[in-house]
Nanobody, 121 residues
Framework: QVQLVESGGGLVQAGGSLRLSCAASGRISGINAMGWGWYRQAPGKQRELVARMTSSGITTYADSVKGRFTISRDNNKNTVYLQMSSLNSEDTAVYYC?????????????WGRGTQVTVSL
């Protein structure tokens, strides 16, 4: 089993920056063997994908965050990051870390509990 713990959320003024972290622990062969994603869910809205990184390091972003958010990973620390800049009120949401891996033909999907990001005007 793999556990994911997000941190780094908080209250920030519009135009500011935050860096979210997702620390992985448990049965990990290496975070570079897993696909990663950051999702967010605002009140009354569905959870949406914000950024994704494949095991080979290919990244994709939602149009709403392109040029402002960057997903990265530190293999030595088993940690994935989401650097967020030029934040606006529409970025207010609970942010969730997601990881996936295939083992012996079975796909495993892991989620953290989320961290709140609130952007004030």
């Amino acid at each position: 089993q793999v556990q994911l713990v997000e941190s780094g959320g908080g209250l920030v003024q519009a135009g500011g920056s935050l860096r979210l972290s997702c620390a992985a622990s448990g049965r990990i062969s290496g975070i570079n063997a897993m696909g990663w994603g950051w999702y967010r869910q605002a009140p009354g809205k569905q959870r949406e994908l914000v950024a994704r990184m494949t095991s080979s390091g290919i990244t994709t972003y939602a149009d709403s965050v392109k040029g402002r958010f960057t997903i990265s990973r530190d293999n030595n620390k088993n940690t994935v990051y989401l650097q967020m800049s030029s934040l606006n009120s529409e970025d207010t949401a609970v942010y969730y870390c997601n990881a996936g891996e295939a083992r012996s033909g079975v796909y495993y999907d892991y989620w953290g509990r989320g961290t709140q990001v609130t952007v004030s005007l």
